[in-house]
């Protein structure tokens, strides 16, 4: 008698699967996102008037260092410079001053916890691009207080000695080991705040 639901086939010894289509199955888990937003309203005249043309100049370096094994940054460490990364800035607002504090209670990227700045809100930026040696300017500024982002990619070389066999000449066992080389892809944010107190200076400032 032919059993309807046998999944195997047996011939000469062999066994053979046989497709069944399963009466269940289990959906894939959704990666929870939280978004959190500021609950403040934004001025969009207030923004506009901070970014509107002065006679000050922010000039900068944007860098970075590479982490230790207890995820410091050693003050001594060797820079990494910000080669053509985007400096966004953005004036300091009660908004602003709203979202950065929401930020440093809520985000968790481990968590996908993330804080934003509303669409209105972003819009109202100025952009550097930095050259090869991480330097960027913000010219013709207003007095004011301004927060100062950019996101900076590098690499880390690693190594490891992998096994590649043994040799023995009967007394004593010699293990032999080749080099390796690995990389570890980065992004590190860098962010810093800056104040222009009166029109016509030089501000410099270090984004890292």
Not at 131 to 145: A, L, V
Not at 154 to 175: F, I, L, P, Q, V
Not at 194 to 203: Q, S
Request: proline share 4%; charged share 25%.
């Amino acid at each position: 008698m032919k059993n309807t639901f046998l999944t195997l086939m047996i011939a000469a010894g062999t066994v053979f699967p046989v497709a069944v289509a399963a009466q269940y199955r289990e959906p894939e888990k959704k990666d929870k996102q939280e978004v959190f937003y500021p609950q403040v309203s934004f001025d969009s005249l207030q923004a506009k008037k901070m970014l509107a043309r002065g006679s000050a100049t922010i000039k900068g370096v944007a860098f970075t260092k590479q982490k230790n094994g207890w995820g410091i940054k050693p003050l001594l460490g060797d820079r990494i410079l910000a080669n053509q990364i985007r400096v966004v800035l953005l004036p300091v607002t009660p908004y602003f001053n709203a979202w950065y504090q929401l930020r440093k209670e809520k985000e968790n990227t481990r968590k996908r916890r993330y804080v934003y700045l509303s669409n209105d809100a972003y819009r109202y930026r100025l952009e550097a691009i930095t050259n090869s040696s991480g330097e960027f300017t913000f010219p013709e500024m207003k007095p004011g207080t301004y927060f100062l982002q950019g996101f900076l990619p590098y690499t880390e070389n690693k190594y490891y000695h992998e096994y590649t066999g043994t040799a023995s000449d009967g007394y004593n066992r010699t293990n032999y080991y080749d080099l390796k080389q690995y990389s570890v892809n980065h992004e590190d944010r860098i962010e810093a705040f800056v104040e222009v107190k009166e029109n016509g200076e030089i501000v410099k400032v270090k984004l890292h």
